[in-house]
């Protein structure tokens, strides 16, 4: 009998932690059984992109993982935890699961950080860390996916050298192969001689769009005789704060929003430059998807970017607003440095970040932890 996972979810939306997870659950096939719970319900949009050979279900009778702590919650998560072989929990958003395992059910689990959302961009809330203190130490092993949350967990959650697996995301380099067709972004189709900078992101400020907005304004003022246009590829709060933006920059009708499109392989490699103007990223898998499809990136200097992108094209991160717009600009304006810059970030996505590597490793751990 195959071995039984539940993973346990903020959300199972489409962003990059669920798309591993699923990437994941593709890769092993029959090899486990899934059940899956987002603790806001409705929020599952993810289960869609998990290939129908997979035993994976949504859980719609999950104990709430949201409200304030305490015996009873704990004690009905634990019980609805019993009979499986493996607990996966992901962010903070299931850390009431974590505690509940501590406390009562004692079952293998795996806990998975991925990175902060907008309220603690800044500073860590101290009780989230006293939290992970108490309760991490429950867990077999707590997975991260960028060095910085690696020394996250060592210097700040304390947690011991052992208990703590640092394995990057990666992707299957095969996809990337093919060109993409040329109509595969809805409402999107280059023009001859252009300059395509492009995006992947959940519009959330987090991701600070509108500051990439007055970046690629800021380049195209600096390269009047470059056509060019901006692509941002997602949905979210943020939308119509983007096009504000756009608007007031006067570049409304270079901005190009298609909404959310699965499957990146198959339109990315339509850009020529990929941009990142996040205040906060650890490890952002739609950077090395960029990478495999042999983009250039120009990038805040956040997280673990500067690890992620080839020793080339760590001149185009920059610190600040003025430095994310000189370094597109740069960009905008040399194609052979854009191809230079390309190749060696695909080179750097195969030799580092290759998909095979990253399930092989998940699975070790994940049966490690069973066998415990």
């Not at 993810?46 to 009778?61: E, S």
């Not at 595969?184 to 991701?207: D, N, Q, S, W």
Request: hydrophobic residues 45%; positive net charge; charged residues 25%.
């Amino acid at each position: 009998m195959r071995p039984r996972l539940l993973h346990l979810h903020s959300t199972f939306n489409l962003g990059g932690k669920e798309a591993r997870c699923v990437a994941l659950m593709n890769a092993w096939g029959d090899a486990f059984s899934h059940d899956i719970v987002s603790a806001a319900p409705g929020e599952t949009a993810a289960a869609a992109l998990i290939d129908p050979a997979v035993a994976a279900r949504l859980l719609d009778h999950f104990p709430s993982l949201e409200g304030k702590p305490g015996p009873a919650r704990w004690r009905r998560i634990a019980a609805a935890m019993q009979g499986y072989d493996l607990i996966l929990t992901y962010n903070w958003g299931s850390m009431d699961a974590v505690g509940a395992n501590r406390v009562f059910a004692h079952r293998p689990m795996i806990h998975h950080e991925d990175g902060f959302n907008e309220d603690e961009t800044e500073r860590q809330k101290p009780k989230r860390v006293i939290f992970r203190r108490l309760f991490l130490p429950g867990v077999a092993r707590l997975m991260v996916p960028s060095r910085n949350l690696e020394r996250i967990a060592l210097e700040v959650w304390r947690q011991p050298r052992e208990r703590v697996a640092y394995v990057p995301n990666g992707v299957d380099m095969a996809l990337y192969e093919r060109p993409p067709a040329p109509d595969a972004l809805p409402g999107f189709a280059r023009r001859p001689g252009e300059v395509i900078v492009g995006t992947l992101a959940g519009l959330r400020p987090v991701k600070n769009l509108p500051r990439l907005v007055r970046a690629f304004a800021a380049a195209a003022r600096a390269t009047p005789g470059v056509a060019s246009r901006l692509v941002i590829v997602g949905r979210g709060p943020e939308e119509a704060a983007i096009r504000a933006e756009a608007d007031r920059q006067g570049i409304a009708d270079r901005l190009v929003m298609p909404g959310f499109v699965a499957h990146p392989h198959r339109y990315v490699g339509l850009f020529d430059i990929f941009a990142l103007s996040s205040d906060s990223e650890q490890f952002p898998i739609s950077l090395v998807e960029a990478m495999a499809a042999r983009l250039p990136a120009a990038s805040t200097r956040v997280g673990d970017v500067a690890e992620i992108v080839s020793p080339a094209n760590r001149r185009f991160l920059a610190a600040d607003e003025a430095g994310l717009g000189e370094a597109l600009a740069a960009l905008v304006a040399d194609p052979a440095r854009r191809a230079e810059v390309g190749s060696a970030n695909r080179a750097k996505v195969a030799a580092d970040y290759d998909f095979a590597a990253t399930a092989a490793a998940y699975r070790a751990i994940y049966e490690a932890a069973m066998r415990r």
